[in-house]
């Protein structure tokens, strides 16, 4: 058998060889009986009482020898602990692939395998390892898209296109494959299936049963909008947020089954959102957007929010977005106090107004000392 992988090699032919009894590789013979012992420590058992103690590795659960080999976070690793014995050998052949293509998305994700050896390992080896490479393209488009890069993902794909000729087709088949009848249940997942499907249906925009894909991923999304909107978003990209956002609102009001109030409740979500993310500008959009809804506002939650936006935006020097984030306050009649508004809003409105008055007026730079006409209105 010829050595591990090198760098600049790819693992699909040795993994696809793997089935055979093997302890380790000529270069790095590894001796492990399958009844070796291995001591363990003294802890309350957690399966049965014989697992305590000295144990073999063919004692050990199965869902324990999968849950090692699936931790794995790289290929190289995953394929010389196959070689090991013949249990951690037998566990590997028993789901192979779906054990390759998580080492290699967590690869992706760490930025440890690019883009670029991927698509020369993929063009390279689809003739000879179908269904290796298709791990592995799955895997490099999951670990793009996790990492927000939904752009270089799409990339990604049609720079295969000039570079495995007659057998693209294979690899846009494993594409609608990964989210044709499946339950999306993550951001990152979401925005991948948006981000498929939308080039599939470029790509071949006759195509029925990816137009019907299209339909069931975008009916789906809209019906289980709450779900999807209330998902945390801790150590999640934004791009993934907003893009499947962006993608629900524009469905949402497209259907409009309950007037404006359902595409309200998402565009509040990604204001949140973009708040959580500092992104004062994008936050302003979403501000206008409310208000140009049909819909019963909460104005003096949104008045904060504007106000967290203005000074937000001055204390980090981004005059641009300040200035146009007030200019809300000022353009809008749901804020202005000679309109038909409660005592209440008014007084808040005139808080939020002073609080952006004082962050303003510590603010460095010629530009700032400009003002805004805000500080001029009837509320200052």
């Not at 590795?57 to 869902?63: A, D, F, M, R, T």
């Not at 000729?165 to 249940?185: A, E, K, R």
């Not at 998402?266 to 992104?279: D, K, N, P």
Request: aromatic share 8%; hydrophobic share 40%.
């Amino acid at each position: 058998m010829q050595p591990i992988i090198s760098n600049d090699q790819c693992c699909l032919e040795v993994a696809s060889r793997l089935k055979r009894p093997h302890y380790g590789s000529q270069d790095n013979p590894i001796r492990i009986r399958d009844d070796e012992a291995t001591e363990l420590p003294q802890k309350k058992p957690r399966y049965s009482s014989h697992l305590s103690g000295r144990i073999t590795l063919s004692q050990l659960p199965v869902e324990i020898l999968d849950k090692i080999m699936s931790e794995i976070p790289d290929q190289r690793t995953l394929l010389e602990l196959s070689l090991v014995s013949t249990v951690f050998q037998g566990v590997f052949n028993m789901n192979k692939w779906e054990f390759l293509r998580s080492a290699y998305t967590k690869q992706v994700r760490l930025g440890e395998y690019s883009q670029r050896n991927a698509t020369r390992a993929i063009s390279t080896h689809i003739e000879k390892h179908v269904e290796g490479v298709s791990v592995l393209f799955k895997a490099t488009w999951e670990g793009l898209i996790y990492q927000g890069k939904l752009e270089e993902a799409v990339d990604f794909i049609k720079d295969l296109e000039y570079k495995c000729h007659g057998n693209y087709d294979i690899l846009l088949q494993s594409l609608q494959s990964m989210y044709d009848h499946v339950v999306l249940q993550t951001w990152e997942a979401w925005a991948g299936a948006f981000t498929a499907v939308d080039f599939l249906v470029k790509k071949y925009p006759t195509n029925g049963n990816i137009r019907e894909i299209q339909k069931r991923l975008l009916r789906q999304a809209v019906s289980r909008r709450q779900e999807i909107i209330h998902q945390s978003t801790l150590e999640v990209e934004w791009n993934n947020v907003y893009s499947v956002l962006e993608k629900l609102q524009s469905e949402v009001a497209t259907q409009g089954k309950n007037g404006d109030d359902d595409e309200a409740e998402v565009v509040l979500a990604t204001l949140t959102f973009a708040i959580q993310e500092r992104l004062w500008y994008e936050a302003s959009l979403q501000v206008r957007r409310l208000i140009t809804l049909n819909t019963n506002i909460d104005v003096k939650s949104l008045v904060r929010k504007l106000e967290t936006i203005c000074c937000g935006a001055i204390s980090e020097n981004q005059y641009d977005d300040a200035k146009g984030a007030m200019d809300i306050l000022l353009e809008h009649d749901i804020f202005r106090e000679f309109t038909d508004i409660s005592e209440a809003v008014i007084t808040c409105v005139q808080e939020a107004i002073d609080n952006i008055w004082e962050v303003w007026d510590t603010a460095k730079g010629t530009r700032w000392a400009s003002g805004h006409n805000i500080f001029n209105s009837v509320y200052h």
